[in-house]
T-cell receptor, first 118, second 110 residues
């Protein structure tokens, strides 16, 4: 089946540093990937839609200069949290939508990355 | 904005049926989904239903949709301990932008 991985699975960093989270589709190509954020006992909130080879589309209220998204290949999208602060601590989840010969309407989700900013 | 709401917890005994409920507010929702999340794993799509359907059954899973009341439910028959997980309801009008509920943690007691 379609597998999406995220790396790292958890990260602790100091306030003011930047953290990069990778999202990979392991056995399919994905033109479109999505980044979500989940607070404890709350729903997943879509942050941005990542499109291979073009700029990401950010949801209202999400700072694009703070959450940098790069979708440089058909199997990898990265989310960089720049100058992280404690309020950025959260669970970040990506999903990927198969494209090309793997084409599917289903989004496949990664296991998530827990970010803790001290 | 548009909301998706579901209760946070549900506890059932093994062998009983589980019913997880969800309400949504977006009347233009076209796709309605149920995802399962086990500890340390990504969200797994269990089933989905189009808004022009009332019911969908897949083995032990039954999805009921009341479009008028914007109410979606997931029934798991003969619930097993392996069904213990968090279940997310989600909706979308274009199969891209999805809005999720907070998740219902299902606990199955032996």
């Amino acid at each position: 089946g379609a597998v999406v991985s995220q790396h790292p699975s958890w990260v602790i960093c100091k306030s003011g540093t930047s953290v990069k989270i990778e999202c990979r589709s392991l056995d399919f190509q994905a033109t479109t990937m999505f980044w979500y954020r989940q607070f404890p006992k709350q729903s997943l909130m879509l942050m941005a839609t990542s499109n291979e080879g073009s700029k990401a589309t950010y949801e209202q209220g999400v700072e694009k200069d703070k959450f940098l998204i790069n979708h440089a290949s058909l199997t990898l999208s990265t989310l960089t949290v720049t100058s992280a602060h404690p309020e950025d601590s959260s669970f970040y989840i990506c999903s990927a939508k198969p494209s090309g010969r793997w084409g599917s309407n289903e989004q496949f989700f990664g296991p998530g990355t827990r970010l803790t900013v001290l | 904005g548009e909301d998706v709401e579901q209760s946070l917890f549900l506890s059932v005994r093994e062998g009983d049926s589980s019913v997880i409920n969800c309400t949504y507010t977006d009347s233009s929702s076209t796709y309605l989904y149920w995802y399962k999340q086990e500890p340390g794993a990504g969200l797994q799509l269990l089933t989905y239903i189009f808004s022009n359907m009332d019911m969908k059954q897949d083995q032990r899973l039954t999805v009921l949709l009341n479009k008028k009341d914007k109410h979606l439910s997931l029934r798991i028959a003969d619930t097993q301990t392996g069904d213990s997980a968090i279940y997310f309801c989600a909706e979308s009008h274009n199969n891209n932008d999805m809005r999720f509920g907070a998740g219902t943690r299902l606990t199955v007691k032996p």
